[in-house]
């Protein structure tokens, strides 16, 4: 069998470290520096989903997704759920701390501006997600996220469940 790259043996040769439950994630353990999070559900198994989703309805918009929709989107096989990314720059991005705070707070039903991998909430076990991260002190967050989507598309044929984009910069480089 071929070895998979988004586990956590995968992400662990990758650089990647933390691998801490995302469910009441100690935040000062999360670098204040720019970097890319993996989300993953250390499972085999396809999951459930939810009918509803618990996160949090930013400017009053319900994350929900059709459980038929998101059953037809997972990628057999698959244990990385979302891959995202923090930057710092003028732009308004924000490192891996602060992000990984809006993220979680999102995911806890609070109304913050964190839609991306919104999906990932649905998931009936996402109390059991582990979440790890690689600072990108001398790349740019956004080509390291682009580079992990278009090799994790190359490994399972999709994006995973929560990325419903490709990155700001996976196209353009590929």
């Known amino acids: 069998m071929t070895e998979r790259s988004f ?6 040769k990758r650089g990647f470290v933390g ?4 469910h009441g994630i100690d935040l000062n353990r999360v670098p204040t520096e720019p970097g890319v999070y993996v989300v993953l559900r250390e499972k085999d198994s396809r999951p459930a989903f939810l009918e509803r989703n618990p996160a949090g309805r930013f400017k009053g918009m319900d994350p929900t997704v059709p459980v ?14 979302y891959i995202g990314k923090a930057g710092v720059g003028s732009n308004g991005d924000r490192h891996l701390q602060q992000r990984i705070k809006e993220f979680r707070r999102y995911g806890d039903g609070f109304p913050v501006g964190h839609q991306g991998g919104r999906r990932i909430w649905q998931l ?4 059991e997600l582990i979440i790890s991260w690689l600072v990108t002190a001398d790349q740019d967050p956004d080509d390291v996220e682009g580079a992990l989507l278009r090799a994790f598309v190359a490994e399972h044929g999709r994006r995973p469940i929560g990325n419903r984009t490709s990155g700001r910069r996976a196209l353009r480089r590929g």
């Open 7 to 12: 586990t956590r043996d995968g992400l662990s």
């Open 19 to 22: 691998f801490v439950g995302f």
């Open 68 to 81: 038929a929709d998101l059953e037809a989107a997972w990628p057999d096989g698959a244990q990385c759920v």
């Open 124 to 127: 009936a076990d996402a109390v």
